[in-house]
T-cell receptor, first 111, second 114 residues
Framework: SQKIEQNSEALNIQEGKTATLTCNYT??????LQWYRQDPGRGPVFLLLIRENEKEKRKERLKVTFDTTLKQSLFHITASQPADSATYLCALGGSQGNLIFGKGTKLSVKP | ETGVTQTPRHLVMGMTNKKSLKCEQH?????MYWYKQSAKKPLELMFV???????ENNSVPSRFSPECPNSSHLFLHLHTLQPEDSALYLC?????????????FGSGTQLSVL
């Protein structure tokens, strides 16, 4: 069956450093991959989408890579700030439109 | 705000109660979704409506009953729930179903079943 793993439940880093979150998948060939941010008591908010034929996408301090050979996406936040503290979800999408979500990684950025 | 509004934000109900969750989107989208989010579990898709027709029902127990009276409104009717149904219920919308569009989520209803 399809499986998505986000490398850790929690990640703690120091302000100013680069946060790197990992999303691995098996038994699936996604057409695209999305990343969402979720704050406590709120719904997820869309951040970035990357397609299978794209290697990298950037938006301000965010960068996403997609390696279909390794079946992995990396999500980077450069110059991290305490306001970046949240849970980050990856989601895989196929041709049928349904998204399959990972459990998320809770990022804490300490001042 | 995302343009998707859910009410109520919190709900506590007994196992014999009947209640309804409401979702309204102001984005002109054609697809609406119900997701369940339990602690330490990924989001689980429950129902999808496209142009007011149900297109997906992921083996959800019949004690959950969706209703989509028009493309802007979505309801989830609840009856005789179990304690394991306690979770955050999220509504989402997208311009179309069966595409790679991003989802716009509401803030969710935190449901506790006693």
């Amino acid at each position: 069956s399809q499986k998505i793993e986000q490398n850790s439940e929690a990640l703690n880093i120091q302000e100013g450093k680069t946060a790197t979150l990992t999303c691995n998948y098996t038994n699936y060939s996604p057409a695209y991959l999305q990343w969402y941010r979720q704050d406590p008591g709120r719904g997820p908010v869309f951040l970035l989408l990357i397609r299978e034929n794209e290697k990298e996408k950037r938006k301000e301090r965010l960068k996403v890579t997609f390696d279909t050979t390794l079946k992995q996406s990396l999500f980077h936040i450069t110059a991290s700030q305490p306001a970046d503290s949240a849970t980050y979800l990856c989601a895989l999408g196929g041709s049928q439109g349904n998204l399959i979500f990972g459990k998320g990684t809770k990022l804490s950025v300490k001042p | 705000e995302t343009g998707v509004t859910q009410t109520p934000r919190h709900l506590v109900m007994g196992m014999t109660n009947k209640k309804s969750l409401k979702c309204e989107q102001h984005l002109g989208h054609n697809a609406m979704y119900w997701y369940k989010q339990s602690a330490k579990k990924p989001l689980e898709l429950m129902f999808v409506y496209s142009l007011e027709e149900r297109v997906e029902n992921n083996s959800v127990p019949s004690r959950f009953s969706p209703e989509c009276p028009n493309s802007s409104h979505l309801f989830l009717h609840l009856h005789t729930l179990q304690p394991e149904d306690s979770a955050l219920y999220l509504c989402a919308s997208s311009p179309f179903f069966d595409s790679n569009e991003k989802l716009f989520f509401g803030s969710g209803t935190q449901l506790s079943v006693l």
